[in-house]
């Protein structure tokens, strides 16, 4: 056998010796994972920083499927949401993909270890917001989200505090740049909005966040975070919702209609929520809330 013809011979024989190391190393990698001694985020950031090692040639459906409670047809649909083809490998995303896969580990992880989502939600005039700021004044180490609203602020709400004021064209444009983590019409009337980013830079650093959001919102997050904890808070009875919605004397009797009927197609739902709390007394029902969040050293029922 000439050296010319050999060559390509050798050249296959060790390709495919590198092959099977890659692919045991590619195993062992799963394997860390799979064992909790690796995050996937790493492994994925190893990937982006050296595309042509180990990781790099892992596809993402395989990276996947190691995390607890991910079967091949959740993996498919994650990567479907992801916009990421199934053949792809962790080396072979583009920057768009990398973000958002970047993202979805961070949230996933966050949710898993550390920090908990919970969305509160319930028909209008039960007390989401009473209860809500309960929280955020008694549990500061509980992230409140701040939507954004394209509604004028009542009097006495503050622009970052209680809400992001925006205008139809900025409420737009966030849509657009993929800025909210859910958004929904609430009341046929104005438009509401979960930024994204601080939700996932408060999950991934391991701290709780509350989302007070309407049924729609509460269904988005359903699917985009199967890990959040879904909170329906139920009045006490129908008929001190309509007084609480009628007392509360803020809107015009069309609006008060507007938001009774909203109340009533939200009660109907709360069967597809994982927790019922009867706001009955406003601290009681925050401390089970905040029992959900899993606040380190909370609640205290003194
Ligand atoms: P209000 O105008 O009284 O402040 O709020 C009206 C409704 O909008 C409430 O039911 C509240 O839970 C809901 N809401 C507030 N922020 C958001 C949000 O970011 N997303 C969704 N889907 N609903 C929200």
């Known amino acids: 056998m000439t050296a010319a013809e050999g060559m390509p011979e050798v050249d296959r024989a060790a390709a495919s010796r590198a092959a099977v190391v890659a692919r045991r190393a ?17 492994v ?35 990567l479907e949401r992801l916009g990421i083809a199934p053949v792809k490998r962790l080396g072979g995303l583009g920057h768009r993909q990398r973000a958002a896969l970047r993202e979805w580990l961070k949230q996933r992880s966050a949710v898993a ?13 039960v007390g989401k917001g009473t209860v809500s700021a309960f929280i955020r004044e008694h549990f500061p180490e509980v992230l409140l989200s701040v939507s954004a609203t394209t509604r004028r602020p009542r009097p006495g709400e503050q622009d970052g505090v209680h809400y992001y004021f925006v205008d139809d064209a900025q409420f737009d444009a966030m849509v657009a740049g993929g800025e909210f983590l859910e958004w929904a019409v609430v009341h046929n009337l104005s438009r509401y909005g979960t930024p994204r980013t601080p939700v996932a830079d408060a999950l991934a650093s391991g701290r709780s966040v509350l989302l007070e959001i309407d049924l729609d919102g509460a269904r988005q997050v359903r699917r985009a975070m199967p890990e959040a904890t879904l909170v329906f808070l ?32 939200e009660l109907a739902a709360q069967d597809e929520f994982d927790v019922l709390v009867v706001n009955d007394d406003v601290r009681r029902a925050a401390e089970e809330v905040v029992d959900l969040l899993a606040v380190p050293g909370a609640p205290s029922r003194a």
């Open 26 to 42: 590619r195993a062992a990698v799963k394997e860390d994972v799979r064992a909790g001694r690796r995050s996937a985020l790493d």
């Open 113 to 125: 270890g550390h920090g908990r989502l919970v969305v509160l939600a319930g028909p209008t005039a």
């Open 234 to 265: 139920l009045p006490p009875s129908w008929e001190e919702l309509v007084r609480r919605l009628v007392g509360r004397g803020t809107e015009s009797p069309e609006e008060q209609a507007r938001r009774l009927e909203t109340a009533r197609v």
């Open 44 to 78: 994925a950031e190893s990937a982006w920083r050296e595309p042509d090692g180990v990781e790099g040639g892992m596809r993402v459906r395989d990276l996947l499927t190691t995390l607890k409670g991910l079967g091949p047809t959740r993996t498919l649909a994650v």
